[in-house]
């Protein structure tokens, strides 16, 4: 019988009875080969700059879920914005504006492209020779307001996926460490919950099972 594959790399035997670090290994794998490296892929291309970015936003909230070991009901845009300062923290820009940042791409850049299929009108891409991103922001007595309203942001999208990936790269770093008891045991946990690991299975009607399991 064909095995369900959980991953680009793993069957359906890796989460029987899983150890943590079987856990990590699936985490690593779904999320590298569904969002790091398919988002790389289209950034190569200019043309595919905004879908390899929309795709990268999906990395935010979800991140947030596996690094604070709290489930995201009801806090879609929290986590979205806590992972984005996370992620960016050494870009240079203070971490309140940041925040602020986070919670303008997840409403016109997240939001924009998966409620309307297009990202708002304050998104804008290039490439550029100062950090991930630029802000356009206004200015009070002739110096830049950062506590006005953000005006723009000009996205460097494969800067900010070198970013992603640094940090992801970081954080499963921390979770191989054996000494990184209390966020192994958090990660253990939030998996058990969100993957519904000690669930009945799914049962699968097909007689050639060439199926995915996500």
């Not at 923290?89 to 998966?114: H, K, M, N, P, Q």
Request: proline share 4%.
């Amino acid at each position: 019988m064909q095995k369900i594959k959980i991953s680009p790399n793993f069957t359906e035997d890796k989460i029987d009875n899983p150890s943590v670090d079987d856990l990590i290994d699936i985490f690593e794998d779904r999320i590298r080969f569904w969002i790091l490296e398919p988002s790389k892929r289209l950034m190569l291309t200019e043309t595919w700059w905004i879908p390899g970015y929309a795709l990268l936003m999906s990395y935010f909230e979800g991140i947030w879920i596996y690094i604070s070991g709290k489930d995201n009901n009801n806090k879609s845009k929290l986590f979205f914005k806590k992972a984005f300062v996370d992620v960016f923290r050494e870009s240079g820009i203070a971490e309140t504006l940041l925040s602020r940042v986070g919670a303008l791409l997840y409403e016109d850049a997240r939001c924009g492209f998966f409620h309307d299929g297009m990202f708002r009108g304050r998104i804008f891409f290039t490439p550029t020779n100062k950090g991930e991103m630029l802000l356009t922001l206004p200015k009070k007595d002739g110096q830049i307001d950062e506590a006005g309203s953000i005006q723009s942001v000009i996205i460097d999208a494969q800067k900010s996926h070198g970013a992603v990936s640094r940090h992801f790269a970081a954080f499963v770093t921390r979770l191989r460490n054996l000494s990184e008891v209390a966020l192994r045991d958090s990660f253990y946990s939030i998996c058990l919950v969100k993957w519904g690991i000690d669930q009945p299975p799914t049962i699968i009607g097909l007689n050639d099972t060439k199926a995915t399991k996500i």
